[in-house]
């Protein structure tokens, strides 16, 4: 059963445009969430958290939206760029859990088209 | 860049070999993971680490056995590789146990025929 899912596997949007990248997750003691970018053959990097005491966190371009009753999180790229072309894991885990315990999603595949 | 280092980055082995991935930090970080990514499975939990020779078993760990003896290096092996374990395969590492964000080397493909 999976815990984290991101439901749609690709998404396409024009350069400058905003990227919505959608996460839900199924396990409520799940309380901080994380954004990883991956470009082809490269590891996963960092992207973005967020935790469960908030419901927005802004980096730059990048923010991070949660819907606690509705387990849902979001990620905003505004404006998109071609270099944000790339697979995009969410995960999530517990504070009382070890990293060990972190769930990834399956990935997205977004692409910016100039 | 986060301080690791994964070889071999590529290895093509035959089914039936013994295979050992190395990951190597620079942090000094406590706790350190193996990972595999498969297409349709996203980033599964292989076996980790929470110190020196104490190890632990992840979600995907038939078929896969480490051994850490120094706090900077953190080995995989595949006993008897088998075509099921193709895959590409990341450590990484987290200063702290929890509510912390986890860190990936660049990732070592594996192809066993």
């Known amino acids: 059963d999976q815990q984290v899912k991101q439901n749609s596997p690709s998404l396409s949007v024009q350069e400058g445009r905003i990227s919505i990248l959608n996460c839900d997750y199924t396990?409520?003691?799940?309380?901080?969430f994380l954004w990883y970018k991956k470009y082809p053959a490269e590891g996963p990097t960092f992207l973005i958290s967020?935790?469960?005491?908030?419901d927005k966190n802004e980096d730059g371009r990048f923010t991070v939206f949660l819907n606690k009753s509705a387990k849902h999180l979001s990620l905003h790229i505004v404006p998109s760029q071609p270099g944000d072309s790339a697979v995009y894991f969410c995960a999530a885990g517990t504070t009382q859990g070890g990293s060990e315990k972190l769930v990834f999603g399956k990935g997205m595949k977004l692409t910016v088209n100039p | 860049d986060a301080g690791i280092t994964q070889s071999p980055r590529h290895k093509v082995t035959e089914t039936g070999t013994p295979v050992t991935l190395r990951c190597h930090q620079t942090e000094n970080h406590r706790y350190m993971y193996w990972y595999r990514q498969d297409p349709g499975h996203g980033l599964r939990l292989i076996h980790y680490?929470?110190?020196?020779?104490?190890?632990d078993k992840g979600e995907v760990s038939d078929g896969y056995s480490v051994s850490r003896s120094k706090t900077e290096d953190f080995l995989l092996t595949l006993e008897s590789a088998t075509s099921s374990q193709t895959s590409v395969y990341f450590c990484?590492?987290?200063?702290?146990?929890?509510?912390?964000?986890?860190?990936f080397g660049e990732g070592s493909w594996l192809t066993v025929v």
């Open positions: 990484a590492i987290s200063a702290v146990s929890s509510g912390n964000t986890i860190y």
């Open positions: 396990n409520s003691m799940f309380d901080y």
């Open positions: 680490s929470y110190g020196v020779k104490d190890t």
């Open positions: 967020i935790s469960s005491i908030k």
